[in-house]
């Protein structure tokens, strides 16, 4: 059952930046975290932020600590990521997705997830 509906994604310059966004309904409001993860080509997995439901306690992926910023509008139910200083690496299907907790979320033993926005970091 998808829930979740993500945009932003785009062609962008390395060193540019992007905001995705992700629509929540309010069936996946309840769980413990909410984030994003990406998928390259050839790659694993990676969950790359994700912000608790309880306190908006926020966790990166290393690699993004610094330059990627979650945060979420509980008035719209919309969580945001903003991205600055991309870089080829970067480019991947964004995904938003829900946990029951957080460990769970980091885990990845997601509750519910949209069906991804293409992020491409090229000059």
């Known amino acids: 059952q998808v829930q979740l509906v993500e945009s932003g994604g785009g062609l962008v310059q390395p060193g540019g930046s992007l905001r995705l966004s992700c629509a929540a309904s309010a069936l996946t409001l309840n769980y413990g975290a909410i984030g994003w993860y990406r998928r390259a080509p050839g790659k694993e997995r990676e969950g790359v932020s994700c912000i608790s439901s309880r306190d908006g306690s926020t966790y990166y992926l290393d690699s993004v600590k610094g330059r990627f910023t979650i945060s979420r509008d509980n008035a719209t139910n919309t969580v945001y990521l903003q991205m600055n200083s991309l870089k080829p690496e970067d480019t991947a299907v964004y995904y938003c997705?829900?946990?029951?907790?957080?460990?769970?979320?980091?885990?990845?033993?997601?509750?519910?997830w949209g069906r991804g926005t293409q992020v491409t970091v090229s000059s």
């Open positions: 997705a829900t946990g029951r907790t957080v460990v769970a979320w980091e885990l990845g033993d997601f509750a519910s």
